[in-house]
């Protein structure tokens, strides 16, 4: 099946992102809840919002999504806020193919390097090891961050 990517939110997106985050029964209503928000923040603000996204699509069906955005007070830094692939769609190569394309759309813009945050609980080893798998290179643990027992795990990749 052939994958093709858009890069236009559009307010049924929202939707989609909701679907697709809970999808994979990873992340808790506060997650899924902020995924959405920073939707509702492109839809109201346009580029001015920093955020930017890429839909992965098969036969018209959003598979997989990525938000990312320029860091302030950086030259040519990025942040990737978000990368998920529906349930439905896992273990095909596309969280690996949405990376590349966040990549490319970043070095289209003059980025430079981009930054991928993530949690240190067991529960995360895979997105640990997807990360290091694309090339992001761990340049920083931040013990408890997100609570006791819960750090974070910040990689690096160059574009």
């Known amino acids: 099946m052939a994958t093709t990517y858009r890069t236009e939110l559009t307010p049924a997106d929202r939707e989609r992102i909701r679907a697709m985050v809970s999808s994979t029964g990873f992340f808790n209503q506060i997650e899924i809840d902020c995924s959405v928000e920073l939707a509702d923040d492109r839809l109201n603000d346009g580029p001015e919002s920093g955020y930017s996204f890429v839909f992965a699509e098969e036969d018209g069906r959003v598979v997989g999504y990525a938000c990312y955005g320029p860091i302030a007070l950086t030259l040519g830094s990025y942040d990737l806020y978000w990368i998920a692939v529906d349930k439905s769609a896992q273990g095909q190569g596309l969280g690996r193919k949405l990376m590349d394309k966040v990549l490319e759309l970043i070095g289209a813009e003059g980025g430079r390097q981009f930054y991928i945050e993530t949690s240190t609980r067991e529960q995360y ?3 640990r090891t997807f990360y290091e798998r694309c090339g992001g290179r761990l340049v920083a643990t931040l013990e408890d961050f997100y609570s006791p027992g ?10």
Do not use: F, M
């Open 125 to 127: 080893l895979p997105t």
């Open 150 to 159: 819960d750090g974070k795990a910040i990689y690096c990749k160059k574009v």
